[in-house]
């Protein structure tokens, strides 16, 4: 999917933490998607890792840094609206920052002022005109059917909900759940980077006492298999079409 690839293991790059999560590589990709120049980060750091939430978001200071304007994030959750269906693709819209709600922010601590304010507004997290054009891409390609969107919610990991729990997150608007991404997105829009983000409806939540389904992380590889050469399609169509986003208002 990318031209001319350029590839970095994040094992050499000093200060880089680790992937330790089966089926994320550890591998940063440099090169040209669509015409584009961008970098890829296969495979991305999580809570559960162990690494403290400043370490999960140092990619995104170092992609500032490095001129990255627009950041796209896929991610896999489980799916809490009754509506989704394994498979279902879900455009982010908001999400919800449980860990944050105990205080687990990424910009805690002292405020790097070089890179943003000390308290961002969040309201505008997911690009509204990103959101928009993947949509379009979306019907273009003939995607409409899985394509939805909805919210997500972080949760710390690495157990899966449990049934209590799920119940709660629907009720609460949640339409999928999952263990990444918002930390990333907070200090990439404190940055002043431009959102979007999608996650692979990979499971069905279980919210049914009687129900025999589990949550485990074959089925969310599986789904991801099943998928991926849509959702590779449907990024390197978005990419193609993102204009450039110099955000000065920060
Ligand atoms: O890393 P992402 O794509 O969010 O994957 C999700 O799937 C894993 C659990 O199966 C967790 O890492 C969870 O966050």
């Known amino acids: 999917m990318i031209k001319d690839p350029e590839i970095f293991r994040y094992v050499d790059i000093p200060n880089f933490p680790k992937s330790t999560v089966r089926g994320h590589a550890g591998r940063l990709v440099f090169g040209t998607l669509k015409g584009k120049p961008c970098v890829c980060m296969q495979g991305r750091f999580h809570l559960y890792e162990g690494y403290a939430i400043q370490k999960i978001t140092l990619p995104m200071r170092v992609f500032k840094l490095m001129g990255v304007q627009t950041m796209i994030m ?127 409806i990979s499971n069905k939540a279980v919210m049914d006492y009687e129900s025999a389904e589990r949550a485990n992380h074959e089925e969310v590889l599986e789904t991801g298999r099943q998928r991926a050469v849509q959702l590779e399609k449907l990024v390197s169509t978005l990419v193609g079409r993102v204009e450039q986003y110099n955000n000065h208002c920060c």
């Open 74 to 200: 896929t991610n896999a959750a489980g799916g809490l609206n009754q509506d989704f269906k394994v498979g279902d693709v879900m455009i982010i819209k908001d999400h919800i920052n449980m860990p944050g709600f105990a205080g687990a922010n990424p910009l805690c601590g002292p405020n790097e002022d070089r890179f943003g304010v000390r308290f961002p507004c969040m309201s505008d997290a997911y690009d509204r005109e990103l959101r928009r054009q993947a949509l379009a891409v979306g019907a273009e390609l003939g995607f409409s059917d899985f394509l939805k969107e909805g919210v997500y919610c972080v949760l710390g990991g690495p157990s899966f909900e449990t049934i209590a729990e799920c119940r709660m997150l629907h009720l609460l608007g949640a339409d999928a759940v999952g263990m990444s991404t918002v930390h990333e997105v907070i200090v990439a829009r404190h940055a002043g980077m431009r959102c979007f983000a999608l996650s692979l």
